[in-house]
């Protein structure tokens, strides 16, 4: 081959440049501006990792051809270029690092409803509340928000006095037959009773009514209705807010006793109250 006489040239090569004087002469060189190797038609390997730069992904760091050149170190699937933690292993949906635990709690990252505040799994990695400050969890205090000793559940104490006020106002309650009016033998207990609650404004009521199954269901649960109403009326003239009193009622429902005799359709007359906490 005879090169053009305006290109300079090499005498060994006959006249022919080599621009990158990589002993290779320009028209046999694939990379004539650049210094390479001759099993690589004068492309460089610059990591020397038998991989020539055009093909190689990371051509300034060495690694396999199943890796296209790229150095995976941990061994965890992820190439050391685009791993956050190139040396110990992860998953690529943490960049190749490993899940982290922040608050030691046993349950990684990814799973913690509450990263950096230790708790049990079974509430996903948070700690349970005790919204009252009782000492009791919430998962554990029947009245989340009044605070109450751990021997009652997490409930404020009801005194074996107070019990009695309620016992008394319960089995003392009498209505004249077949309606909603109170007895005014009922009124003293029911009296001691709105001065309780009065007393105790944490406390909240329910007043729930109860029939026999005498007559028809449609009128016995009217019937329920009407009287733990009138409870609840004579206990708000009394003083006590209304919206710490709940009226229920069940008719017939809810028996505690058998309707066939006389004594059960008794018993299953009835106006229970139960006190509540929040």
Known sequence: MICVLKLPGLLAFKGCPDTDNDSIMDKDDDCPNVPGLLAF??????????????????????????????????????FDYLDECPEVPGPKDNRGCPWPDTDNDGILDKDDDCPNNPGPKSNNGCPYADTDSDGVLDKDDDCVNTPGPKSNNG???IKEEEQEILNTAFENL???????????VSFPSL???????IKKSDWKITIAGHTDNVGSAKTNLIL????????????EQRGVNSSRVFVQYFGEEKPVADNKTKEGRQQNRRVEMTIIFE
Do not use: H, M
């Open 224 to 235: 329920s209705k009407k009287r733990s109403q009138a409870v609840a009326d004579y206990l």
């Open 41 to 78: 038609k004068g492309c460089p390997d610059t990591d020397g990792d038998g991989i020539k730069d055009l093909d190689d992904l990371c051509p300034n760091a060495a690694g396999p051809k199943a890796n296209e050149g790229c150095p995976d170190t941990d061994k965890d699937g992820l």
């Open 191 to 197: 009296e001691e009773l709105a001065n309780l609650l």
């Open 155 to 157: 409930c404020p104490e």
């Open 174 to 184: 009498e209505f004249e037959s077949g309606k909603n009016i109170i007895k005014e």
